[in-house]
């Protein structure tokens, strides 16, 4: 059942963070050493801390829907959990290498990003391989 909540909970935050990604208030400008993107539409730091465009609130929302879909069963929210685990392991790799911070000027994957992204991705690979439906450690 935990897994399920798993993909409940993410997929609500992730939701809600695309749509506050959209909402010009919870924006700041980019920073002067903040790569630049090709992407500028509904660029800024979310929360003053997390670079965010339109694609990158795109991904979350996506992200969202995908969780709260994958909560109405056991192995949709596995695989969700999965998901989550690999693509944002992926988006941490990126964000440390220069020429895939941005994903070519599409998406920006850097700064505090790249922490938050490691959390994602650490609580996916979690319920994604190494806990039970209850949301326990599995057993060898």
Do not use: C
Not at 92 to 102: A, C, E, K, R, Y
Request: charged letters at 5%.
């Amino acid at each position: 059942m935990a897994i399920r909540y798993f993909a409940l909970v993410y997929g609500i935050v992730f939701l809600a963070v695309g749509i506050l990604g959209f909402v010009p208030a919870f924006l700041s400008a980019h920073g002067l050493a903040d790569p630049e993107l090709a992407i500028t539409a509904g660029s800024g730091l979310l929360l003053g801390l997390f670079p965010v465009n339109v694609l990158h609130n795109l991904v979350h929302i996506i992200f969202g829907i995908w969780g709260l879909v994958a909560y109405k069963a056991l192995k949709p929210a596995v695989t969700y959990a999965r998901a989550v685990a690999v693509v944002y392991a992926v988006f941490v790799v990126m964000g440390f290498i220069p020429v895939l911070q941005t994903t070519f000027g599409l998406v920006p994957l850097y700064g505090h990003n790249i922490w938050l992204h490691l959390i994602l991705a650490a609580g996916g690979a979690y319920f994604g391989w190494f806990a039970n439906a209850q949301g326990e450690p599995r057993k060898a």
